[in-house]
C-alpha cells in the first residue's frame, strides 16, 4: 500500500489573488483538481490524504462533487507551517502503507511516469526526492555584492513527489530540529542521517507561486495535451 499526501495548505499570498492559488482554474480546471487526477490515475498510488486549509474545505468538497476521486481517503485542515501540514496529513495515513509520497498540491504538472519512478526508487532505497536540472548560473549574495558563484554542475532543484518508506518519514518528523522551517521532508530525512536518492525528473513539473507561473503552465498544459 502506498499513500500520497497533498499538501495545498498554504495561504498563496504570493499569488496577489482573492482566490486561494490551490483553486485558481487551470484550463478549466482548478489546480488542486488537476493535481490530485494526476495521483489518481498512477497505478503507485494507492490512497490519497489532502491537507488543505480549515475554511476551504467545504469549498473543496463542493468543487470535487462532479469528480470520482476513488482513491481519496482523506481531507483533512492543514497547520500554520508547511510541516504542520504534514503530519497533519501523516496523522491520516493508514499504518499499513509502505512507501509515503509527499506532494505539493500548487505542482499540478507532475507526470504519472515520475510519480511511478521515484515511488519505485523510495521501495528499494527508503528516500527519494524527483529533482531537476539546475539550467541558470547561480550566485552567492553578500548583502547587494555577488561573493561567489556556484558550480551547478551538482547542483539539482528539489521537486516534489518525495518518497519515503512510512517509519523513515514518521522518524524524521519526530526528531528533526528544523521541521517547522523546512521547505521540503528530504532535508528532515537527511538531517537524520538518511540517504536519499535523486530522481531525475520533468522540468515541467513547475510549482504554481506567482501569477505568471499560471501562464506557463497553461502552456506546458496545451503542449501536453497536443492542442
Do not use: W
Not at 13 to 21: I, L, V
Not at 66 to 90: N, P
Not at 170 to 189: C, F, G, I
Amino acid at each position: 500500500m502506498n499513500t500520497a499526501i497533498i499538501v495545498a495548505a498554504g495561504s498563496g499570498s504570493r499569488f496577489s489573488s482573492e482566490t486561494p492559488k490551490q483553486f485558481i482554474e487551470l484550463s478549466g480546471k482548478p489546480v488542486v483538481i488537476r493535481t490530485i487526477e494526476r495521483f489518481e490515475s498512477c497505478d503507485e498510488i494507492t490512497a490519497i490524504v489532502l491537507v488543505l486549509p480549515a475554511e476551504q474545505i467545504d469549498a473543496f468538497h463542493n468543487l470535487a462533487a462532479g469528480h470520482e476521486f476513488v482513491k481519496l481517503t482523506a481531507v483533512v485542515a492543514g497547520g500554520d507551517s508547511r510541516a504542520q501540514s504534514v503530519v497533519k496529513g501523516l496523522e491520516k495515513v493508514d499504518r499499513e502503507t509502505k512507501i509515503v509520497a509527499v506532494h505539493d498540491g500548487a505542482r499540478p504538472l507532475v507526470t504519472i511516469e515520475d510519480i511511478t519512478r521515484v515511488v519505485h526508487r523510495a521501495d528499494e532505497t527508503g528516500a527519494a526526492c524527483l529533482v531537476a536540472h539546475v539550467t541558470d548560473t547561480i550566485k552567492e549574495i553578500d548583502g547587494d555584492q555577488i561573493a561567489g558563484t556556484l558550480e551547478r554542475r551538482n547542483l539539482r532543484r528539489a521537486l516534489t513527489p518525495q518518497a519515503f518508506h512510512l517509519e523513515i518519514l514518521l522518524d524524521a518528523y519526530e526528531n528533526a530540529d528544523a521541521a517547522e522551517v523546512a521547505t521540503d521532508d528530504s532535508s528532515l530525512v537527511e538531517e537524520q542521517g538518511y540517504e536519499v536518492t535523486a530522481v531525475v525528473g520533468s522540468p515541467c513539473n513547475i510549482k504554481i507561486t506567482h501569477p505568471e507561473d499560471l501562464i506557463i503552465a497553461e502552456a506546458l498544459l496545451r503542449d501536453e495535451e497536443g492542442k
